[in-house]
């Protein structure tokens, strides 16, 4: 995140005079692009409605427009999970603030043992964790809720989006028709480009246990997706995914020469490079071996660079109600959109981290450029977008505050692989292509900063990730509520190893029973109806008693009781490294 270099006092000051005159200005502006009223913006179908307000006309950008400049909270990129209370050994930190590898610059373990905020940052604003919602909650019954998960809210947007004119809107038009579905090898059937895959949430708040399901999805630009005649084929498209998730999946420790990545069946005849350095060309490739220099196709001219995503490389997030069957509802809670629109050099990209480290010393705030219409830009390249459900459960382009939400963890994060969490963690081989499932992924270890997997001993690293985050957080979520998981997979305060060992895959792990379920959707709901993102999304019903509402003393208590842990990646040591890599045939 970019933060200026201006004392404390007068950064806030300057700030909100700064916002309030693009407020004011932003509220004598018309419909979009000055083109409309409000009231003549193009309808679609609406949900049905259960909250007290009958909708009006249908504007996703209405609210994103009437709030620009509006900026409360103006550290919002701080999560609510950082005020957690550890009380001296509770550690869910350690997943997001480990030591970075390369092309991260960051490295911020020592966060896990300090809350090294500013001033403004002091006092949590995400004052939905200590609302009781309790009641709002209990007033909407299992059919309503049901009802109102299985009603698709991503068709009314896209089809809105898709009838203005291009100088109505500027910013991402959903283009996915996510009815038409996904073929056999994860790529959508609409030919959008789109490709899904499969990959292990990222631990804590992003398990379904805590409140949502969500996919992701990935698309590279029209070159990489054709032959070097300039042809559509999938199979070269095939092959340029397969080296980008090479390049971000192995570990960093591995040289480009050293790496060996499982692959679906490729075939490296079409791509006229020997993928896995064994001097012929084969039809059917199972893993890449070595990473080669450029792509492949018509992007051949494109250098791969390692852990780095190329110009123009898209993502779409959804994130989704639960179903209490098990796996995602046909409601989105959130549509999330990101797009790398800048390549950085190597001596940029340090620059930026460098810059960071300064500006927050100096106590700068951050500032993203762009607009929450078009997109926010962070330092590093990417333009991200969001959108969110309206009180009536129309999905509408987030605020500029709602979108400052999304910008700190995909800014600058130690963590973070150029910025991304899902696709670093993509299953390897064919079983990684396909739309998002649980079933049949295992609880593996993730790979530690620094080193290599030991494929002749995968056992070497330990415990799965999931039992790891359960002992090392004391719980099955940040701020430790989740009495479910509690109760599955602790036993006299500890994780049950047997226990947890006996699962079948992650969905056992993870999945919430349909009564929590149930009461996670309802709770989240209360705050859709009460339009209070900007204090918080998390789906709580009675106020946590373990965060902190004030940050009164700087240390966590966690160095203190050596429990900071440095050992944390998103690189993940699959099974099939060490059984398609770990042979030396």
């Known amino acids: ?35 409309a009223s409000a009231a003549s913006a193009p309808a679609s ?37 950082c005020y957690t209370a550890t009380e001296g050994h509770a550690n869910p930190c350690y997943v997001c603030h480990t030591r970075s590898t390369w092309p991260n610059a960051m490295d911020d373990w020592d966060l896990q043992g300090s809350y090294d905020f500013s001033d403004t940052a002091k006092h949590n604003y995400w004052t939905n964790l200590f609302e ?42 959903p283009d996915l028709d996510f009815d038409a579905g996904f073929d056999e090898a994860g790529f959508a059937r609409d030919n959008s480009g789109w490709r899904a895959f499969r990959y292990k949430p990222f631990p804590g708040g992003f398990w379904p246990t805590n409140g949502s399901a969500d ?40 040289t480009d020469d050293e790496l060996c990545w499982p692959t679906a069946p490729i075939d490296e005849t079409l791509a006229g490079l020997d993928l896995d350095g064994d001097g012929e060309l084969e039809a059917e490739l199972t893993r890449i071996v070595g990473l080669p220099e450029t792509f492949v196709g018509a992007a051949a001219s494109v250098p791969v660079r390692r852990g780095l995503y190329p110009e123009g490389t898209e993502f779409l997030h959804s994130v989704r109600y639960l179903d209490p069957d098990g796996g995602p509802a046909t409601r989105m ?25 300064e500006e927050k010393a100096e106590g700068g705030l951050p500032r993203f450029g ?19 459900e309206d009180q009536h459960g129309r999905l509408r382009v987030q605020t500029e505050e709602e979108t400052y939400f999304c910008m700190g963890c995909h800014s600058n994060l130690s963590v973070t692989a150029d910025q991304s969490f899902a696709f670093p ?5 064919a079983a990684g292509w396909a739309y998002q499932a649980l079933a049949g992924i295992p609880d593996v270890p993730s790979i530690e900063p620094g080193r290599a997997p030991p494929l002749d001993d995968p056992d070497a690293l330990g415990p799965g990730e999931i039992e790891t985050y359960l002992e090392r957080a004391a719980a099955g979520d940040p701020f430790r509520t989740n009495a479910e998981m509690l109760d599955r997979w602790f036993e006299q305060g500890k994780p049950n190893a047997e226990a947890i060992a006996a699962a079948d895959d992650i969905v056992a792990l993870l999945a919430p029973s349909p009564a929590r379920a149930l009461a996670l959707d309802k709770a989240y709901l209360a ?59």
């Open 132 to 173: 009781d919602r309790s009641e709002a909650a209990a007033r909407i019954s299992d059919a309503e809720i049901q009802a109102w998960i299985a009603e698709d809210n991503y068709s009314p947007l896209r089809e809105t989006l898709a009838s203005w004119d291009a100088q109505d809107y500027r910013g991402f038009r």
């Open 370 to 388: 762009g607009s929450p219409l078009l997109g926010l830009r962070n330092a590093f390249g990417w333009l991200l977008q969001g959108f969110i």
């Open 215 to 254: 996919d992701v999805l990935i698309r590279l630009p029209p070159a990489f997706r054709q032959t070097a005649a300039g042809e559509d084929s999938n199979a070269i498209y095939a092959i340029n995914l397969e080296i980008l998730s090479a390049s971000l999946g192995a570990a960093p420790a591995l």
């Open 527 to 585: 705050i859709v109806r009460a339009q209070s993102f900007t204090r918080g999304r998390e789906p709580t019903t009675t106020p946590l008693t373990t965060v902190h509402q004030t940050i009164r003393e700087p240390s966590t208590g966690l160095s203190e009781a050596e429990r900071v842990y440095l050992d944390y990646s998103l690189r993940l040591a699959w099974p099939a490294l060490a059984e398609i890599c770990g042979d030396g045939t």
């Open 425 to 429: 963690r993509k299953l390897p081989g």
């Open 1 to 35: 995140m970019h933060r200026r270099n201006l004392p404390r006092s007068a950064a806030a000051l300057t700030l909100i005079a700064a916002l309030a005159g693009c407020r004011d200005r932003a509220k004598a502006e018309t419909s979009p692009g000055n083109s």
């Open 333 to 357: 809670k959130e549509l999330r959109y990101s797009r790398r629109i800048k390549t950085l050099s190597d001596h940029d990209i340090q620059r930026r981290y460098r810059q960071e480290a």
């Open 45 to 81: 179908a609406e949900p049905s409605e259960s909250a007290s307000e009958q909708p009006g006309p249908y504007d996703p950008l209405a609210e994103a427009r009437a709030q620009l400049g509006k900026l409360d909270n103006l550290e919002a990129t701080i999560p609510p999970a």
